[in-house]
């Protein structure tokens, strides 16, 4: 419903018909019903924050932190992991070019 109602508004601010637009195609329905969410997420945050005195921005903050700490400490282990696996990779194609090399010596 927020959104009909968000529509319907831009329908008189940009005097447009938006309807003809908008029945084409799915894709664009989905791109405009993306731009409106935003759009409502982005009010109710500013007001949320000016009713709660920024506090809730403040933990928000504290969140995501949090949340990017984590992420860097799993980017981390997934970076030795990886540089393990590239270090085997390494070997073994040393080993193969070994096996490969003897192999053509002897069949010469």
Do not use: H, Q, Y
């Not at 329905?29 to 007001?47: D, G, Q």
């Not at 504290?62 to 282990?77: L, M, P, Q, T, Y």
């Amino acid at each position: 419903m927020p959104i009909a109602l968000l529509e319907g508004f831009l329908n008189g601010l940009l005097s447009v018909k938006l309807s003809l637009i908008f029945s084409e195609g799915s894709m664009i329905k989905l791109f405009w019903r993306l731009v409106c969410f935003a759009l409502i997420a982005v009010i109710a945050f500013v007001v949320l924050s000016l009713l709660s005195g920024g506090e809730k921005i403040r933990w928000l903050g504290r969140k995501v932190e949090r949340g990017s700490e984590k992420v860097g400490a799993s980017a981390d282990k997934l970076r030795g992991k990886s540089d393990a696996v590239l270090k085997g990779i390494e070997k073994a194609k040393e080993k193969i070019e070994d096996l490969t090399g003897k192999k053509r010596e002897e069949s010469r």
